[in-house]
């Protein structure tokens, strides 16, 4: 039942399940979706009660703002499946209220808590047989909200849907990743939606992360647009660098996505007892700390990615090769992680959410 209301989320059911079509041994990110979807449209001033219904195509007027104006923000989260098959969220709120962060920087209109948690609750409820259970493997969830409103003027809609859609996914990296450090394009700006889950945050990531793709590396690592001196964010990844053994990571900024792997990497880093330090870091810093033997470790942290190490970063023409290490924060801390959020680990922080 949604809060406040007398309303319960109406279900129609697929008569056929696709579940039997896949192949859970061979999982990769992000294509296979789950029978159902939930969906939610927001019109005449107010959200109405979400539906949950067959996986389907959906139908827009070619007036829609979205096509036009880019009113969009989205969600990453993960559900996992314990030995018990018990089904677990991690830190659910939190997404809930960056959603809503995202929607006010892009003049859309908040939704309900209860809308996106009950409506959640219930989606996965109904399509748990698809929450994978092996190692490495879990069920993505992108929640989303877009502009439907008809109309060229160049305003906020008067209409957007809320949808969820849930995949069965593998690794979103298969190994280290090379990465090359921007200093032409920026991800974002001072005043602008850096912060946000906006959609055309990572449109403008596909041309210069494909320049750099050409060139042989995986991913960018994001500059400040001023100076390009200072690291931010390692593609869709907040990053982390060790130098010694302290871990370092940029504050969060107008420009940085305060992501839900890096708060919860600070905390059971610390609790670990490793020294970390949230400050800018400069590149000319990671640089010196390579060329001294006292830069240990780069890694980025994300939903999708979890903790993805880095093997090799290039800086004005030239590659910095990271050591291979015995005792890696990165591996330490992506087990931790993992086991709080699979049920393998105690929950000191109590970040796991039964559904
Ligand atoms: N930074 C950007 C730009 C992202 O898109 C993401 C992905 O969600 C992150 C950081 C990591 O955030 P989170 O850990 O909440 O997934
Ligand atoms: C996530 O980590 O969940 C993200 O949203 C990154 C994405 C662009 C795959």
């Excluded at 750099?212 to 931010?232: F, S």
Aim: charge should be neutral.
């Amino acid at each position: 039942m949604i809060n406040n209301t007398t309303q319960k989320i109406e279900i129609v059911k697929v008569q056929h399940s696709k579940i039997n079509e896949v192949d859970f041994d061979n999982l990769s990110f992000g294509k296979t979706f789950t029978d159902h979807m939930l969906i939610c449209d927001f019109k005449d001033g107010k959200w109405e009660i979400p539906k949950i219904v067959p996986y389907q195509p959906i139908t827009l007027d070619p007036t829609a703002r979205i096509f036009h104006y880019g009113q969009s923000v989205f969600e990453g989260m993960k559900a996992y499946k314990d030995v018990q098959d018990n089904v677990w969220l991690f830190r659910p709120l939190e997404n809930c209220k960056r959603l809503n962060i995202s929607s006010k920087r892009l003049a859309i209109p908040e939704l309900p808590e209860d809308y996106f948690m009950e409506g959640l609750k219930t989606l996965l409820q109904l399509d748990k047989d698809w929450i994978p259970k092996s190692e490495g493997n879990s069920l993505y969830i992108r929640p989303y909200i877009f502009a439907t409103g008809k109309g060229l003027h160049a305003s906020p809609s008067d209409e957007y849907k809320f949808i969820i859609v849930c995949a069965p996914s593998g690794a979103y990296f298969s190994g280290k990743v090379k990465v090359l450090i921007e200093e032409k394009y920026s991800r974002a700006a001072n005043g602008g939606v850096g912060f946000a889950k906006a959609g055309g945050n990572y449109a403008g990531q596909f041309y210069p992360t494909q320049l750099a793709i050409d060139k042989g590396y995986h991913q960018v690592i994001w500059t400040d647009n001023n100076t390009h001196d200072y690291i931010e964010e390692a593609g869709a990844m907040n990053i982390f660098i060790r130098i010694n053994d302290t871990l370092i990571t940029a504050p969060t900024s107008d420009r940085i996505l305060d992501g839900i792997t890096r708060k919860s990497i600070i905390d059971i880093a610390k609790d670990e007892g490793i020294n970390v330090e949230i400050r800018k870091i400069t590149v000319k810093e990671v640089v010196d700390a390579s060329n001294n033997g006292s830069l240990k470790e780069m890694f980025g942290t994300g939903t999708a990615a979890v903790i993805s190490p880095i093997e090799s970063f290039r800086c004005k023409n030239q590659d910095y090769i990271l050591p291979e290490l015995e005792n890696s924060y990165g591996s330490l801390l992506k087990k931790r992680i993992t086991d709080i959020q699979t049920n393998k680990a105690k929950d000191t922080f109590g970040w796991r959410y039964k559904i």
